[in-house]
């Protein structure tokens, strides 16, 4: 696809360290053999109204990334690309449905038969009041299909039900990270007085807190404590960003933790010190520790703190064998989480 890249911001990686994993993973497959392997639909947060001055469509996209293909709608209807709206970025090699918004004030549709774009197709076109902001949306929808499946199939049919149960350690994943853990390396490039692009600040902003969850988490699957209480634990509220906490564990919170009501946290790293205290909490100081470079870099930036939970529960989680070796699974994910941090817990 011509004329198409994936932007990184500059020279220098920093591979990531393998995670643990909460299971023992007993299969070996390929994910993404081809684009079709791997599909995402967004669940919106909410729909047009069908009038106003944002043009609302609803695109198919196969082997093309968010912002390319913004910049070719923006292309076609003659306006900035800063005026195209998306909720979330969206896998380049997948297959992928999602929503963009174009503000046209005073303007009618562009005859949108015209618009011909390799991998790119209109579904659906509305009309709405206000521009689509990034992070409006529930949640996506995944249909992912495994090939060349080897392994102990009764144990990865256990090993789903577990995962339906009880869910997933919520890990970033190695997109946030860039190719070869890219963006980290230029965070730390950044923090250390080197000046990048203000496009790039956020992303590297984001990688510099994510190690740090990255590292929590992997510090309480290995304990084991990813999905239950520590003391001092920050608890997350499902479906949203609020958390409180800490306070002791009661048979009240021990009932919400088990519905998928609640989840432990992890921090999202920011000015001053974490909320969380006692066990959780010297646990989190103490990974922070090692990265004092990141700690400072983002207190400097003036980040907030905030909390993100460290347990995954994928909604709706279906799976069958269309083929004695391929697995197909689908499940929702809410915003924000991994399709690839599911399925790593099935794959060795």
Same mark, same amino acid.
């Given at each position: 696809m011509s004329g198409q890249s994936d932007d990184e911001p500059m020279n220098g990686s920093e591979a990531p360290a393998e995670l643990p994993r909460a299971y023992a993973p007993p299969l070996r497959a390929i994910l993404r053999a081809q684009p079709e392997d791997f599909v995402v639909e967004e669940l919106p947060g909410y729909v047009a109204d069908g009038g106003g001055e944002h043009a609302w469509l609803w695109v198919e996209k196969r082997e093309a990334n968010t912002e390319w293909v913004a910049w070719q709608l923006a292309v076609f209807c003659g306006i900035p690309v800063a005026d195209v709206?998306?909720?979330?970025?969206?896998?380049?090699?997948?297959?992928?449905?999602?929503?963009?918004?174009?503000?046209?004030?005073?303007?009618?549709?562009?005859?949108?038969?015209?618009?011909?774009?390799?991998?790119?197709?209109?579904?659906?076109?509305?009309?709405?009041?206000?521009?689509?902001?990034?992070?409006?949306?529930?949640?996506?929808?995944?249909?992912?299909?495994?090939?060349?499946?080897?392994?102990?199939?009764?144990?990865?049919?256990?090993?789903?039900?577990?995962?339906?149960?009880?869910?997933?350690?919520?890990?970033?994943?190695?997109?946030?990270?860039?190719?070869?853990?890219?963006?980290?390396?230029?965070?730390?490039?950044?923090?250390?007085?080197?000046?990048?692009?203000?496009?790039?600040?956020?992303?590297?902003? #984001?990688?510099?807190?994510?190690?740090? +969850?990255?590292?929590? $988490? &992997? @510090? %309480?699957?290995?304990? /084991?404590?990813?999905?239950?209480?520590?003391?001092?634990?920050?608890?997350?509220?499902?479906?949203?960003? #609020?958390?409180?906490?800490?306070?002791? +564990?009661?048979?009240? $919170? &021990? @009932? %919400?933790?088990?519905? /998928?009501?609640?989840a432990p946290s992890g921090p999202l790293w920011g000015e001053g010190e974490p909320p969380s205290a006692d066990a959780a909490g010297a646990l989190e100081r103490g990974v922070a520790a090692v990265h004092a470079d990141l700690v400072a870099g983002l207190a400097a930036a003036r980040m907030r703190h905030d909390r993100r939970p460290l347990r995954l529960l994928p909604r709706d989680l279906h799976w069958h064998w269309p083929e004695p070796d391929v697995l197909e699974l689908a499940f929702e994910l809410p915003a924000g989480s991994y399709a690839t941090v599911v399925v790593r817990e099935l794959l060795q």
């Open positions: 709206g998306y909720a979330g970025l969206k896998d380049r090699h997948a297959v992928t449905r999602q929503a963009f918004s174009l503000h046209l004030p005073g303007k009618v549709d562009p005859d949108w038969s015209h618009f011909a774009v390799e991998g790119v197709k209109l579904l659906e076109v509305s009309r709405h009041g206000r521009k689509l902001k990034r992070g409006a949306l529930r949640g996506n929808r995944f249909v992912l299909r495994l090939r060349e499946v080897q392994g102990d199939r009764q144990r990865a049919e256990q090993v789903m039900a577990r995962i339906a149960a009880g869910g997933v350690p919520n890990y970033f994943g190695e997109q946030r990270f860039g190719l070869d853990g890219r963006n980290l390396a230029q965070a730390r490039a950044m923090f250390a007085g080197r000046r990048v692009r203000r496009e790039m600040r956020s992303l590297l902003l #984001s990688a510099a807190r994510s190690q740090i +969850f990255n590292e929590v $988490l &992997a @510090a %309480r699957v290995g304990l /084991g404590t990813w999905n239950q209480a520590m003391d001092g634990e920050i608890w997350t509220l499902a479906g949203s960003h #609020s958390w409180f906490g800490p306070e002791a +564990f009661t048979p009240t $919170l &021990a @009932a %919400r933790l088990a519905d /998928g009501d609640i």
